[in-house]
């Protein structure tokens, strides 16, 4: 197959990536002027859940362009970071939706759920998790911390389970979409734990 249709260009990763917001600012435009919109009955709640939804496919976008790479031999593993970026920006517009849409800008509010809501909670800690990557998601972090930067965004695993977690504990009767992406996730990591296994072995025995 020709390189022009295995690379993807990453102006046209953004305008992919960017899409999704388009389309909801669009949504939000017709329930505002009082047409018909795919957000339903409840828009507010839909626009939350979009947005979340969003963030964790991105994120595990990210998390199978290794695996594309040694498997399929598809090497898209410059648009990581691109990606990733995405991940978190999505899952900011998912809090700040929540924020401004379902607690109407209650700061106390979000104190509340997060101390009394347990998967209000894992999320927060997942957006928390995933700031520092996001920060440092640029070629002069990676130059400065080295080593440490690939064990600091070694945190994308521990984040994908706890957003499998907060999407679990969020659910409220069909469970078909979170156990979708939790046998996603459960491929992925499977993967990696192989795949660090196999370097493992390779290095006991070249020493």
């Given at each position: 197959?020709?390189?022009f ?12 990536s ?23 009955v409840?828009?507010a ?35 990581r ?11 900011v ?16 509010g ?21 700031l ?22 070694r ?53």
């Amino acid at each position: 197959m020709p390189s022009f249709f295995i690379r993807i260009p990453r102006p046209l990763c953004f305008v992919v990536s960017i899409a999704p917001l388009v389309y909801c600012l669009y949504q939000i435009s017709l329930v505002l002027k009082g047409e018909i919109s795919s957000l339903g009955v409840d828009p507010a709640e839909s626009i939350v859940h979009y947005f979340g939804l969003c963030a964790l496919i991105f994120l595990w976008v990210t998390l199978t362009l290794s695996p594309l790479r040694t498997l399929l031999g598809y090497n898209h593993v410059y648009l990581r970071r691109q990606l990733g970026l995405f991940a978190f920006f999505y899952g900011v517009c998912h809090l700040m939706a929540y924020w401004v849409l379902l607690l109407e800008f209650d700061v106390a509010g979000v104190v509340d759920d997060v101390i009394e809501r347990p998967y209000i909670t894992v999320g927060m800690l997942a957006l928390f998790l995933m700031l520092p990557l996001a920060i440092t998601s640029n070629r002069w972090s990676q130059k400065k911390l080295r080593l440490k930067w690939k064990k600091l965004h070694r945190l994308i695993y521990p984040i994908s389970i706890l957003i499998i977690i907060h999407f679990f504990w969020q659910t409220r009767s069909d469970f078909s979409e979170p156990l979708m992406y939790s046998a996603l996730l459960l491929l992925l990591l499977t993967y990696r734990i192989v795949s660090l296994v196999r370097n493992k072995r390779k290095e006991s025995l070249k020493t």
